[in-house]
């Protein structure tokens, strides 16, 4: 199998399990919170997104990515992490502005996370980093699915 198969391969089973452990654990678990406390539990993953920076790190990735994939994918998870624990913040305190913040935050990482993956061609070059986007990312795409939904269903 090649290296694009079974990373293809891997990220949709990631995805898959995330799938299944947010309907049948984590989403009834969810539903007895508030829904700004649930908002809160499904950004906090979200402020760790400064990891990807790594992508910009030589030696963790196998060669250098290409600056077109490492530069958006490393500074749009670190303004991602800001904006999620700055949302983090305010739906904690209770700010006015707090599902403002939200909703940016789950847009911009939704479209980093979706820009990124339209670029398979660095998927050789990933090296250590490669669990990134095979565990981390699913997760991440299964999170932001149900804020949508929580913001979504909030605007009813």
């Given amino acids: 199998m090649d290296t694009l198969a079974i990373f293809g391969l891997q990220f949709v089973l990631s995805l898959v399990v995330w799938g299944v452990i947010a309907k049948w654990s984590l ?29 910009l790190v030589p030696g963790v990735v196998a060669q250098p ?39 940016l935050f789950n847009i911009v990482g939704t479209v980093d996370l979706l820009n990124a993956l339209r670029q398979p061609n660095v998927v ?5 980093a490669w669990y990134i986007p095979t565990f981390l990312v699913p997760a991440l795409l299964v999170s932001h699915f149900m804020i949508f939904a929580r913001l979504l269903r909030r605007g009813r």
Wanted: aromatic share 14%; net charge neutral.
């Fill in 65 to 103: 990515l290409p600056a077109a994939f490492a530069n958006p994918a490393a500074y749009g998870d670190l303004v991602t992490g800001v904006l999620a624990l700055l949302a983090l913040i305010a739906l904690r305190t209770g700010w006015a502005g707090a599902l403002v913040l939200v909703w």
């Fill in 27 to 55: 989403n009834p678990w969810l539903e007895k919170k508030s829904p700004h406390e649930a908002l809160y539990w499904l950004a906090l993953p979200h402020a760790f997104r400064h990891i990807g920076m790594v992508f």
């Fill in 124 to 128: 050789p070059d990933f090296g250590a």
